[in-house]
Protein backbone atom coordinates (compact mmCIF):
# COMPACT_ATOMS: atom_id res chain seq x y z
CA UNK A 1 0.00 0.00 0.00
CA UNK A 2 2.95 2.22 0.81
CA UNK A 3 4.62 1.74 -2.71
CA UNK A 4 0.77 2.90 -3.74
CA UNK A 5 0.37 6.19 -2.60
CA UNK A 6 4.18 6.49 -3.47
CA UNK A 7 3.40 6.29 -6.76
CA UNK A 8 0.71 8.94 -6.47
CA UNK A 9 2.98 11.73 -5.97
CA UNK A 10 4.51 11.49 -9.16
CA UNK A 11 3.81 11.07 -12.57
CA UNK A 12 2.46 7.73 -13.79
CA UNK A 13 5.03 5.93 -15.57
CA UNK A 14 2.65 4.90 -17.49
CA UNK A 15 1.27 7.85 -18.81
CA UNK A 16 4.89 9.19 -20.06
CA UNK A 17 5.12 5.74 -22.09
CA UNK A 18 2.01 6.30 -23.33
CA UNK A 19 2.83 9.88 -24.51
CA UNK A 20 6.05 8.80 -26.32
CA UNK A 21 3.92 6.21 -28.02
CA UNK A 22 1.56 9.56 -29.38
CA UNK A 23 4.76 10.75 -30.74
CA UNK A 24 5.30 7.48 -32.45
CA UNK A 25 2.32 7.25 -33.95
CA UNK A 26 1.98 10.86 -35.21
CA UNK A 27 5.50 10.61 -37.19
CA UNK A 28 4.05 7.00 -38.69
CA UNK A 29 0.71 8.88 -39.62
CA UNK A 30 2.87 11.37 -41.68
CA UNK A 31 4.57 9.08 -43.61
CA UNK A 32 1.15 7.39 -44.69
CA UNK A 33 -0.18 7.37 -48.56
CA UNK A 34 -3.17 10.02 -48.67
CA UNK A 35 -5.87 7.16 -48.86
CA UNK A 36 -4.38 6.28 -45.76
CA UNK A 37 -4.52 9.60 -43.39
CA UNK A 38 -7.68 10.23 -43.03
CA UNK A 39 -8.40 6.74 -40.84
CA UNK A 40 -5.46 7.30 -39.35
CA UNK A 41 -5.96 10.57 -38.00
CA UNK A 42 -9.22 9.62 -36.76
CA UNK A 43 -8.11 7.26 -35.35
CA UNK A 44 -5.27 9.36 -34.14
CA UNK A 45 -7.53 11.79 -32.49
CA UNK A 46 -9.62 9.26 -30.41
CA UNK A 47 -6.24 8.10 -29.41
CA UNK A 48 -4.76 11.66 -27.94
CA UNK A 49 -9.24 12.57 -26.62
CA UNK A 50 -8.40 9.10 -24.58
CA UNK A 51 -4.81 10.39 -23.62
CA UNK A 52 -6.24 14.17 -22.99
CA UNK A 53 -9.46 12.70 -20.60
CA UNK A 54 -9.08 13.74 -16.75
CA UNK A 55 -7.98 10.45 -15.24
CA UNK A 56 -10.81 8.95 -13.01
CA UNK A 57 -11.27 7.22 -9.42
CA UNK A 58 -12.82 4.22 -11.56
CA UNK A 59 -9.79 4.00 -14.49
CA UNK A 60 -6.87 4.52 -11.55
CA UNK A 61 -8.56 1.95 -8.84
CA UNK A 62 -10.87 -0.30 -10.36
CA UNK A 63 -8.44 -3.32 -9.91
CA UNK A 64 -8.32 -2.76 -5.89
CA UNK A 65 -9.73 -4.66 -3.26
CA UNK A 66 -11.97 -3.20 -0.71
CA UNK A 67 -9.31 -3.09 1.95
CA UNK A 68 -6.59 -1.28 -0.43
CA UNK A 69 -9.03 1.37 -1.65
CA UNK A 70 -9.67 1.88 2.09
CA UNK A 71 -6.08 2.61 2.84
CA UNK A 72 -6.09 4.94 -0.31
CA UNK A 73 -9.26 6.98 1.24
CA UNK A 74 -7.53 7.09 4.57
CA UNK A 75 -4.37 7.97 2.70
CA UNK A 76 -6.59 11.14 1.09
CA UNK A 77 -7.57 12.57 4.23
CA UNK A 78 -4.29 13.93 4.10
CA UNK A 79 -2.73 13.77 0.72
CA UNK A 80 -6.36 14.28 -1.43
CA UNK A 81 -4.44 13.62 -4.36
CA UNK A 82 -3.87 9.89 -5.17
CA UNK A 83 -2.82 8.17 -8.30
CA UNK A 84 -3.03 11.70 -10.00
CA UNK A 85 -6.49 11.22 -8.73
CA UNK A 86 -8.35 14.81 -7.05
CA UNK A 87 -10.39 12.79 -4.18
CA UNK A 88 -13.03 14.27 -2.07
CA UNK A 89 -12.06 15.81 1.59
CA UNK A 90 -13.79 16.21 4.52
CA UNK A 91 -15.49 18.53 6.23
CA UNK A 92 -14.34 19.77 9.99
CA UNK A 93 -14.00 17.09 12.53
CA UNK A 94 -16.71 18.61 14.79
CA UNK A 95 -19.10 18.29 12.01
CA UNK A 96 -17.70 14.62 11.15
CA UNK A 97 -18.79 14.13 14.72
CA UNK A 98 -21.93 15.54 14.99
CA UNK A 99 -23.35 13.53 12.11
CA UNK A 100 -22.28 10.06 12.57
CA UNK A 101 -20.10 10.07 15.71
CA UNK A 102 -16.60 10.12 14.87
CA UNK A 103 -14.07 11.25 12.25
CA UNK A 104 -11.33 10.92 9.57
CA UNK A 105 -9.83 7.32 9.76
CA UNK A 106 -12.86 5.90 12.09
CA UNK A 107 -15.50 6.98 10.01
CA UNK A 108 -14.22 6.02 7.11
CA UNK A 109 -13.33 2.52 8.28
CA UNK A 110 -17.27 2.19 9.17
CA UNK A 111 -18.80 3.34 5.90
CA UNK A 112 -16.27 0.91 4.33
CA UNK A 113 -17.95 -1.99 5.90
CA UNK A 114 -21.21 -1.04 4.98
CA UNK A 115 -20.30 -0.50 1.03
CA UNK A 116 -18.52 -3.35 0.96
CA UNK A 117 -22.21 -5.12 1.94
CA UNK A 118 -23.53 -2.90 -0.73
CA UNK A 119 -21.09 -4.21 -3.34
CA UNK A 120 -21.60 -8.01 -2.41
CA UNK A 121 -25.33 -7.56 -1.55
CA UNK A 122 -25.69 -6.07 -5.53
CA UNK A 123 -23.58 -8.87 -7.23
CA UNK A 124 -25.56 -11.39 -6.01
CA UNK A 125 -28.08 -10.23 -8.60
CA UNK A 126 -25.18 -11.90 -11.19
CA UNK A 127 -23.34 -8.68 -12.15
CA UNK A 128 -21.07 -6.48 -10.24
CA UNK A 129 -21.35 -2.61 -9.76
CA UNK A 130 -19.73 -1.67 -13.15
CA UNK A 131 -19.74 2.26 -14.74
CA UNK A 132 -23.43 1.94 -16.18
CA UNK A 133 -24.81 1.70 -12.76
CA UNK A 134 -26.92 4.28 -11.58
CA UNK A 135 -26.80 4.54 -7.23
CA UNK A 136 -28.58 6.49 -4.69
CA UNK A 137 -27.17 7.34 -1.50
CA UNK A 138 -30.71 8.38 0.34
CA UNK A 139 -29.33 10.41 3.37
CA UNK A 140 -26.02 11.25 1.57
CA UNK A 141 -24.75 14.22 4.53
CA UNK A 142 -21.41 15.60 3.57
CA UNK A 143 -20.65 12.41 1.34
CA UNK A 144 -19.12 10.22 4.00
CA UNK A 145 -20.34 6.28 2.49
CA UNK A 146 -21.06 7.94 -1.41
CA UNK A 147 -16.97 8.55 -1.96
CA UNK A 148 -16.43 4.59 -2.03
CA UNK A 149 -18.56 3.83 -5.30
CA UNK A 150 -16.00 6.08 -7.07
CA UNK A 151 -14.21 3.08 -7.59
CA UNK A 152 -16.40 0.99 -9.10
CA UNK A 153 -18.57 3.63 -11.73
CA UNK A 154 -18.54 6.99 -12.87
CA UNK A 155 -19.85 10.53 -10.62
CA UNK A 156 -22.35 10.84 -13.72
CA UNK A 157 -24.03 7.88 -12.54
CA UNK A 158 -23.97 8.85 -8.21
CA UNK A 159 -26.70 10.61 -6.51
CA UNK A 160 -27.31 11.94 -3.37
CA UNK A 161 -30.38 12.83 -1.78
CA UNK A 162 -30.66 14.62 2.04
CA UNK A 163 -33.03 17.28 4.17
CA UNK A 164 -29.75 19.11 5.25
CA UNK A 165 -28.91 21.70 2.82
CA UNK A 166 -25.50 22.14 5.80
CA UNK A 167 -24.71 18.78 5.25
CA UNK A 168 -25.11 18.94 1.13
CA UNK A 169 -22.76 22.64 1.16
CA UNK A 170 -20.51 20.96 2.92
CA UNK A 171 -20.40 18.07 0.61
CA UNK A 172 -20.05 19.91 -2.28
CA UNK A 173 -17.36 22.49 -0.95
CA UNK A 174 -15.17 19.12 -0.13
CA UNK A 175 -15.69 17.99 -3.80
CA UNK A 176 -18.22 15.07 -3.65
CA UNK A 177 -18.37 13.52 -6.99
CA UNK A 178 -22.26 13.02 -7.06
CA UNK A 179 -25.32 14.88 -8.37
CA UNK A 180 -26.90 16.41 -5.09
CA UNK A 181 -30.25 17.16 -4.54
CA UNK A 182 -32.09 18.26 -1.47
CA UNK A 183 -35.51 16.84 -0.66
CA UNK A 184 -37.44 17.61 1.94
CA UNK A 185 -38.79 15.33 4.86
CA UNK A 186 -42.03 14.84 3.91
CA UNK A 187 -41.74 15.44 0.72
CA UNK A 188 -40.64 13.55 -2.83
CA UNK A 189 -38.01 12.68 -5.02
CA UNK A 190 -40.05 13.22 -8.25
CA UNK A 191 -36.64 15.02 -9.66
CA UNK A 192 -35.96 11.41 -10.88
CA UNK A 193 -38.46 9.17 -13.05
CA UNK A 194 -39.56 5.66 -12.13
CA UNK A 195 -37.22 2.91 -12.19
CA UNK A 196 -34.30 5.22 -12.34
CA UNK A 197 -31.65 3.35 -9.90
CA UNK A 198 -29.98 -0.10 -9.61
CA UNK A 199 -28.88 0.55 -6.15
CA UNK A 200 -30.53 2.56 -3.40
CA UNK A 201 -28.60 2.96 0.10
CA UNK A 202 -29.70 4.19 3.23
CA UNK A 203 -27.72 4.42 6.14
CA UNK A 204 -28.16 5.44 9.40
CA UNK A 205 -31.78 7.26 8.40
CA UNK A 206 -34.54 5.40 8.95
CA UNK A 207 -32.72 4.88 12.49
CA UNK A 208 -35.23 8.81 12.66
CA UNK A 209 -38.12 8.59 11.19
CA UNK A 210 -41.50 7.71 12.28
CA UNK A 211 -43.65 4.89 10.68
CA UNK A 212 -45.48 7.36 8.72
CA UNK A 213 -42.54 9.08 7.42
CA UNK A 214 -40.68 5.67 7.11
CA UNK A 215 -43.53 4.58 4.40
CA UNK A 216 -43.71 7.24 2.72
CA UNK A 217 -39.71 7.24 1.55
CA UNK A 218 -40.35 3.70 1.29
CA UNK A 219 -42.89 4.13 -1.24
CA UNK A 220 -40.98 7.03 -3.10
CA UNK A 221 -37.60 4.75 -2.97
CA UNK A 222 -39.68 1.69 -4.35
CA UNK A 223 -41.06 4.06 -7.17
CA UNK A 224 -37.11 4.70 -8.59
CA UNK A 225 -35.94 1.57 -7.99
CA UNK A 226 -36.01 -0.15 -11.23
CA UNK A 227 -37.24 -4.04 -10.99
CA UNK A 228 -34.75 -6.30 -9.56
CA UNK A 229 -32.55 -2.83 -8.09
CA UNK A 230 -31.53 -3.52 -4.67
CA UNK A 231 -31.95 -1.55 -1.75
CA UNK A 232 -29.73 -1.89 1.49
CA UNK A 233 -30.38 0.18 5.00
CA UNK A 234 -29.68 0.64 8.40
CA UNK A 235 -32.32 -0.13 11.29
CA UNK A 236 -31.90 -0.04 15.23
CA UNK A 237 -33.02 -3.38 16.40
CA UNK A 238 -34.16 -4.21 19.71
CA UNK A 239 -30.53 -4.87 20.93
CA UNK A 240 -29.63 -1.11 21.05
CA UNK A 241 -32.57 -1.06 23.75
CA UNK A 242 -30.40 -3.93 26.12
CA UNK A 243 -27.19 -2.16 24.84
CA UNK A 244 -28.31 0.90 26.64
CA UNK A 245 -30.00 0.11 29.99
CA UNK A 246 -26.90 0.48 31.80
CA UNK A 247 -25.63 3.91 30.51
CA UNK A 248 -25.91 7.11 32.88
CA UNK A 249 -27.52 9.93 30.51
CA UNK A 250 -25.21 12.27 32.56
CA UNK A 251 -22.37 10.97 31.46
CA UNK A 252 -20.94 13.76 29.71
CA UNK A 253 -18.05 11.39 27.31
CA UNK A 254 -20.92 9.43 25.96
CA UNK A 255 -21.85 10.89 22.28
CA UNK A 256 -25.10 12.82 22.46
CA UNK A 257 -27.03 10.53 21.00
CA UNK A 258 -26.12 8.15 23.47
CA UNK A 259 -26.90 10.81 25.83
CA UNK A 260 -30.22 11.33 24.25
CA UNK A 261 -30.72 7.47 24.29
CA UNK A 262 -29.89 6.80 27.57
CA UNK A 263 -32.23 9.42 28.74
CA UNK A 264 -35.25 8.15 26.80
CA UNK A 265 -34.51 4.66 28.36
CA UNK A 266 -34.67 5.79 31.69
CA UNK A 267 -37.09 8.66 31.63
CA UNK A 268 -39.76 6.35 29.55
CA UNK A 269 -39.59 2.49 31.17
CA UNK A 270 -42.66 1.37 29.36
CA UNK A 271 -40.83 1.28 25.73
CA UNK A 272 -39.55 -2.12 26.11
CA UNK A 273 -43.21 -3.24 26.74
CA UNK A 274 -44.12 -1.04 23.37
CA UNK A 275 -41.45 -2.55 21.43
CA UNK A 276 -42.48 -6.47 22.13
CA UNK A 277 -46.13 -5.50 21.83
CA UNK A 278 -45.99 -4.13 18.59
CA UNK A 279 -42.41 -4.48 16.96
CA UNK A 280 -41.80 -1.01 16.72
CA UNK A 281 -41.91 2.37 18.62
CA UNK A 282 -40.80 6.49 17.68
CA UNK A 283 -39.75 8.50 20.27
CA UNK A 284 -39.61 11.96 18.71
CA UNK A 285 -37.68 14.94 19.41
CA UNK A 286 -39.41 16.90 16.38
CA UNK A 287 -42.24 16.26 13.82
CA UNK A 288 -40.43 14.30 11.72
CA UNK A 289 -37.55 12.82 13.16
CA UNK A 290 -36.74 11.54 16.70
CA UNK A 291 -35.22 7.48 17.54
CA UNK A 292 -37.13 4.33 15.97
CA UNK A 293 -36.39 0.71 17.20
CA UNK A 294 -38.10 -2.08 15.58
CA UNK A 295 -37.66 -5.67 15.29
CA UNK A 296 -36.71 -8.27 12.32
CA UNK A 297 -40.83 -9.51 12.74
CA UNK A 298 -42.17 -6.02 11.64
CA UNK A 299 -39.42 -5.57 9.45
CA UNK A 300 -40.30 -8.34 7.52
CA UNK A 301 -44.18 -7.92 7.72
CA UNK A 302 -44.39 -4.00 7.32
CA UNK A 303 -41.12 -3.16 4.98
CA UNK A 304 -42.35 -6.75 3.18
CA UNK A 305 -45.06 -4.90 1.80
CA UNK A 306 -42.85 -2.54 -0.38
CA UNK A 307 -39.85 -4.99 -0.87
CA UNK A 308 -38.98 -8.41 -1.42
CA UNK A 309 -36.77 -8.93 1.89
CA UNK A 310 -33.61 -10.64 1.03
CA UNK A 311 -31.82 -10.23 4.46
CA UNK A 312 -31.59 -9.15 7.81
CA UNK A 313 -28.12 -8.98 9.58
CA UNK A 314 -28.06 -8.03 13.24
CA UNK A 315 -24.91 -8.57 14.65
CA UNK A 316 -22.42 -5.87 16.66
CA UNK A 317 -19.12 -7.27 15.54
CA UNK A 318 -20.16 -6.35 11.43
CA UNK A 319 -21.88 -3.67 11.76
CA UNK A 320 -23.01 -0.50 14.94
CA UNK A 321 -26.76 -1.30 13.79
CA UNK A 322 -28.84 -3.90 12.09
CA UNK A 323 -28.62 -3.97 8.14
CA UNK A 324 -31.05 -5.05 6.02
CA UNK A 325 -31.32 -5.57 2.39
CA UNK A 326 -34.16 -5.67 0.31
CA UNK A 327 -34.99 -6.16 -3.72
CA UNK A 328 -37.86 -4.59 -5.82
CA UNK A 329 -39.52 -7.53 -7.19
CA UNK A 330 -40.23 -7.39 -11.22
CA UNK A 331 -43.83 -6.79 -10.62
CA UNK A 332 -45.11 -4.38 -7.63
CA UNK A 333 -47.07 -6.10 -5.40
Known sequence: MEAFVERAKTPSAQLVMERFRLADIVSTARRLPEWAKRPARLLGARRIARLLAPQTARRAFAGLDDTTWLAVLVASIKQPVQNGVLLPGFPSAEMQIHSVGNAYEVTLAEAARFYSFVRQTYATRGEPIDARTKILDFGVGWGRIIRFFLKDTDPECLYGVDVSEQFLEAARQTGCRANLQKIE?????????????????AYSVFTHLPEAVQDRWLSEIQRVLRPGGIFVATVESPRLLEQRLGLDPS????????????????????????????????????????DTLMTEEYLRSHWGAFFEVVDFIDDAKLFVQAVVSLRRPARHH
Not at 272 to 287: D, S
Open 185 to 201: PLGSMFCYPDATFDVVY
Open 251 to 290: DESLHPRERRLATMIATDPAIRARLIARGFTHVPQAPTYG
